[in-house]
Nanobody, 125 residues
């Protein structure tokens, strides 16, 4: 079993920055694809960013490219989402997701086996 715990959400003004962290309790973290998704009220959960084994191949949604950066520290079982130049439309609950034993990032929510509880990000205008 894998347990994911997110932290770092909060309230920030437009143009500001936040850093989200996700720590995994599962074994084999270095061979697990990690992803970040978000869901605003009344909308479907959407892919934000993902990172492959050893951090070699990150992927981003077009809406966050150039503003968000995903990274991982396999020694600490942690994946981080650095969010800069935040916009009000980035407001959502952000979820960490994991797919153990896979190589490349996928953007479908149903591909991931494990999910965190979510952390709220609110960007005021």
């Amino acid at each position: 079993q894998v347990q994911l715990v997110e932290s770092g959400g909060g309230l920030v003004e437009a143009g500001g920055s936040l850093k989200l962290s996700c720590t995994s309790s599962g074994r084999g973290f270095s061979t697990t694809v990690m992803g970040w998704f978000r869901q605003d009220s009344g909308k479907e959960r959407e892919f934000v960013a993902g990172i492959s084994w050893y951090g070699s191949v990150p992927a981003y949604a077009d809406s966050v490219k150039g503003r968000f950066t995903i990274s991982r520290d396999n020694a600490k079982n942690t994946v981080v989402l650095q969010m800069n130049s935040l916009k009000p439309e980035d407001t959502a609950v952000y979820y960490c997701a994991a797919r153990p034993g896979s190589a490349l990032v996928q953007t479908r929510t149903d591909w991931y086996n494990y999910w965190g509880q979510g952390t709220q990000v609110t960007v005021s205008s």
